[in-house]
């Protein structure tokens, strides 16, 4: 029944195990084949991933700072407003536009309504029916006087002429008038023309009363002032009102106009001058060059990108030059590994995406440079001197590649090596965790030092710093060692901590062997012992050499009583009945049975 399940089930079947002698080894063509592919990989993956920089990049000066070197302009370019400056210089040119009124002269026409009340005056039901339709109503006084033959007319004519002078000038109801009287001055839009006007221009409720006042006093005297003020009061109707739509079109296209460029610099203009105090205007005048170099590099055409390319090339064959003669020279069995070699150009591609990542992203900073992966992967699953010199020219080439600049090289360097240092010798997986708190410490300390080196000790952005490269610390070494079994399994390394977990007589295969195979467990474990003092008599690894020796005889367990340590005293041994190949292949075959 277990056959035929082992059969079924495809991965309850036992892998075979081919011994080193079985496996090819590759032609020495093969091998520079691989090793020129590696670093081909690494090559494209460098000049690709990281976004290109622009070639010529003015030193960034601080207000109030002394200019270190003379700056010229290497090309015309604008100088642009700062948006503060931009947006408060149009909000001015908004509220510099006035407010425009317009002209309606859709109401009654005036003569229609001196024809109206002069046939409605003399005939009492006329002049009420004009009343209702008004919903007003007239005083007595005003009746009587428009009931008079010539006092009648003579009003109505007075009425007419004030009316048409209060339309033709402009009448305003309260709410406008009130405007008016606020902006001094309005634009008045008459037709395709418009004009400036003020209050004194336009009739409101109280002109429009005292122009009705004045006239009826100087025919009539206090009854006409009385009854021609009532009329223009009933009949006169505003036809000048605000233009709150033409208004704002006005005032957004005063926006519109303001000029954003405050000046425009030559080519071969001097920025600034060597020693010179930096002011507002220099700084802005080096923030437009930077934006314009950067414009000229996204939309320059092929010239743009091409030198900054070639330029990236020539360094990154240059830094693989120099890694390859080192490992060719110092790490031959590296070198001469292929697996090893994919191992370590595998953990370099990882580590440059990781900066790929941080340096394309803006909200993250270059302080979070990911040197302290490679270190720790590195000194763990190879050695220390490898490690060390990984941790050099990745941060170089990241250094150089994204002009991260000095600083960033640094905490990347120091905080590296502090990786590769403090996981040397580590037994368990929480000393791996505790050399985050030395990464973290270290790449604090860069970062203070250069801070406190340069003078800006007690800067704002100092804290942002030290938390960015004790939060690269923490990230990093995190993600070491979520990866560093993946990287055991698919290489077949084993570091110390695994060796150490493999050491544990508890496993299940070691009970299995106390109890199937007892002779070979006591063996086993003297071996272990004496692999352990020999190794570290010589220098080797005596806990690889304990492991070893404590799995070197599991393959005895499936047929433990073949073999002599096994034996029980005065037992028979089984290989008597065996014909002497047969003999060999069962004691052979424990090396296989091991291995599977």
Do not use: C
């Amino acid at each position: 029944m277990a056959s035929f399940l082992q059969r079924l089930i495809p991965f309850r079947k036992r892998r075979r195990v081919r011994l080193a002698h079985e496996i090819p080894a590759l032609s020495p063509r093969q091998r520079w084949m691989w090793r020129g592919g590696l670093g081909l990989a690494i090559f494209l993956a460098t000049i690709f991933l990281f976004p290109l920089r622009v070639s010529i990049e003015p030193p960034e000066y601080l207000v109030g700072s002394i200019s270190s070197e003379e700056i010229i302009a290497p090309f015309e370019f604008e100088v642009k407003k700062s948006q503060a400056e931009f947006e408060r210089e149009q909000a001015v040119a908004a509220e510099g536009v006035k407010s425009i009124f317009t002209r309606d002269d859709q109401g009654i026409p005036v003569s229609r309504i001196l024809a109206q009340l002069e046939r409605s005056r003399r005939d009492p039901w006329l002049m009420s029916r004009m009343q209702d339709s008004l919903e007003v109503r007239f005083s007595r006084d005003l009746q009587t006087s428009l009931a008079l033959p010539d006092t009648g007319r003579i009003l109505v004519q007075a009425l007419g002429e004030s009316l048409s002078q209060i339309r033709t000038t402009g009448f305003l109801d309260a709410q406008d008038a009130q405007l008016l009287e606020q902006q001094g001055t309005v634009m008045l839009r008459e037709g395709a023309s418009q004009r400036e006007v003020g209050a004194s221009d336009l009739y409101d409720r109280n002109r429009v009363q005292a122009l009705g006042e004045r006239r009826g006093s100087e025919l009539y005297g206090e009854l006409g002032k009385q009854v021609l003020s009532e009329l223009l009061d009933v009949f006169s109707s505003p036809n000048v009102f605000f233009d709150p739509a033409a208004t704002n079109e006005a005032r957004e296209l005063a926006r519109e106009q303001v000029n954003p460029v405050r000046g425009q610099v030559q080519r071969g203009e001097r920025i600034i001058d060597s020693n010179v105090r930096i002011t507002q205007e220099h700084a802005a005048t080096l923030a437009a060059l930077e934006e314009a170099l950067r414009a000229r590099a996204a939309g320059g055409g092929a010239r743009s990108w091409i030198g900054p390319i070639l330029g990236r090339m020539v360094l990154v064959s240059a830094f693989l030059i120099l890694l390859a003669v080192f490992l060719r020279g110092t790490q031959r069995e590296v070198w001469d590994n292929f697996s090893l070699l994919t191992l370590l150009g595998l953990i370099s591609l990882i580590t440059l995406g990781f900066a790929a990542a941080i340096v394309r992203t803006p909200d993250l900073s270059p302080f979070l440079i990911p040197s302290a992966f490679a270190g720790i992967l590195v000194a763990l699953l190879l050695n220390d001197i490898v490690a060390l010199a990984t941790v050099v020219w990745l941060t170089a080439l990241i250094s150089t590649v994204t002009g991260w600049g000095l600083p960033v090289a640094l905490v990347g360097l120091v905080g590296g090596a502090t990786a590769v240092f403090s996981v040397h010798g580590v037994k368990h997986r929480i000393g791996v965790y505790r050399s985050m708190l030395w990464i973290a410490l270290a790449n604090m300390a860069v970062v203070l030092g250069l801070r406190l080196i340069g003078g800006s000790g007690r800067s704002a952005g100092l804290l942002t710093e030290l938390a960015w490269s004790m939060g690269s610390a923490g990230l990093f070494t995190a993600l070491a060692m979520l990866s560093l079994p993946v990287f055991e399994r698919s290489f077949d390394l084993a570091t110390d901590i695994s060796l150490l977990e493999l050491s544990d007589l508890n496993r299940s295969i070691f009970k299995r062997m106390m109890i199937e195979a007892n002779g070979t467990y006591h063996h086993s474990m003297v071996i272990g012992s004496l692999a352990e003092a020999a190794a570290e008599a010589v220098g080797a690894n005596p806990l690889l050499a304990r492991v070893g020796a404590y799995y070197h005889d599991i393959g005895k367990i499936a047929k433990s009583n073949y073999f002599g340590e096994n034996l029980r005293r005065g037992s028979k041994n089984p290989h008597e009945r065996l014909t002497p190949t047969m003999s060999s292949l069962i004691l052979e075959s424990h090396v296989r049975e091991g291995l599977e």
